[in-house]
């Protein structure tokens, strides 16, 4: 299995643990690497930057659930095959919380959802995400290629 290095976001710790592990307790938030070919599609969050579609999981809501509204509202974005690929350990002091992350294509895009939180979206190839993405580290680089690994498997070319 492959190791993935720790990284940081603000305060806190982050971790990775790809499929098929399963966070001991509901995801706080989804996260979605929605692929057009060999580009990524990236949402500009007010507060946050350039990012894929994330959010946290509602009520009554499951993470894949959360991912496809979010999807939809920060960048427009209707997806098909998705397929669950880890999640991510989010440790800040004594909480522990987790977010599942999860690979699709792109259906279709349409109009963003909510556009007083996105300001726009954009395809992205992977050598292009360094200089946009709002939290580019070692570990964001690799749940990137991690991502679309399992797509090109699914789906060879």
């Not at 995801?27 to 946050?48: H, K, M, S, T, Y």
Request: charged content about 25%; hydrophobic content about 40%.
């Amino acid at each position: 299995m492959k190791r993935f290095p720790s990284g940081e976001y603000g305060r806190q710790r982050l971790q990775f643990y790809p499929a098929p592990f399963h966070a001991p307790l509901r995801a706080f938030i989804g996260l979605v690497f929605p692929w057009e070919g060999e580009q990524v599609l990236i949402a500009d969050i007010c507060g946050r930057g350039w990012c894929i579609p994330s959010g946290r999981v509602e009520v009554g809501e499951t993470s894949l659930d959360a991912v496809r509204r979010e999807a939809q509202e920060e960048a427009g974005a209707l997806l098909s095959d998705i397929q669950y690929i880890g999640c991510y350990q989010i440790s800040e002091r004594q909480e522990i919380r987790w977010a599942d992350c999860y690979v699709a294509r792109i259906a279709e895009l349409v109009e963003i959802g909510m556009q007083e939180e996105s300001k726009g979206r954009r395809l992205a190839t992977l050598e292009e995400l360094p200089d946009i993405y709002h939290l580019w580290n070692p570990l964001t680089k690799m749940v990137f290629e991690h991502s679309k690994e399992i797509l090109d498997r699914r789906y060879p070319a």
